[in-house]
C-alpha cells in the first residue's frame, strides 16, 4: 500500500522555524520525485516546493524562496520541508505527494499520483 504520512506541523509564531517530514513507503522512493502543496482555507492548493529523483533539481514558490528548503534523505525515504522566518501567510494545510515523472514546474507537478493527508502549519502574528 502507498503512503505518504506528513507531520511536524504546529502552531509557530511569526520568525519561527518548523521542519516538515514527509515518510514514504509502499512504492520505489528512489523513482519518485516529491513535491510539497499547502492548502489556506478559502484559497486553492498552491504549490510549494518540489524535489527531483536525484535531487538535483529543485523548485520553489516564489513566496517560500529563501525561506524553505527541501531536502531528502533516500535511506529513511523521507523528504523534509526546513521552513524559516514563517509569515501569517504561510498558515495552510500542507501535503507532500509523490510522482513517477519528472515535472517541469511546481504546476505540473499537481498531477503526481500520490497524496498525504496533510500536516497544519499555524502561524500566528
Known amino acids: 500500500e502507498v503512503q505518504l504520512v506528513e507531520s511536524g506541523g504546529g502552531l509557530v509564531q511569526a520568525g519561527g522555524s518548523l521542519r516538515l517530514s514527509c515518510a514514504a513507503s509502499?512504492?520505489?522512493?528512489?523513482?519518485?520525485?516529491i513535491g510539497w502543496f499547502r492548502q489556506a482555507p478559502g484559497k486553492e492548493r498552491e504549490g510549494v516546493s518540489y524535489i527531483s529523483t536525484n535531487d538535483e533539481i529543485t523548485y520553489y514558490a516564489d513566496s517560500v524562496k529563501g525561506r524553505f528548503t527541501i531536502s531528502s534523505d533516500h535511506a529513511k525515504e523521507t523528504v523534509y520541508l526546513q521552513m524559516n522566518n514563517l509569515k501569517p501567510e504561510d498558515t495552510a494545510v500542507y501535503y507532500c505527494?509523490?510522482?513517477?515523472?519528472?515535472?517541469?514546474?511546481?504546476?505540473?507537478?499537481?498531477?503526481?499520483?500520490?497524496w498525504g493527508k496533510g500536516t497544519t502549519v499555524t502561524v500566528s502574528s
Open positions: 509502499g512504492f520505489s522512493f528512489d523513482d519518485y520525485s
Open positions: 505527494a509523490a510522482g513517477e515523472a519528472f515535472y517541469s514546474d511546481l504546476e505540473a507537478a499537481r498531477g503526481m499520483e500520490y
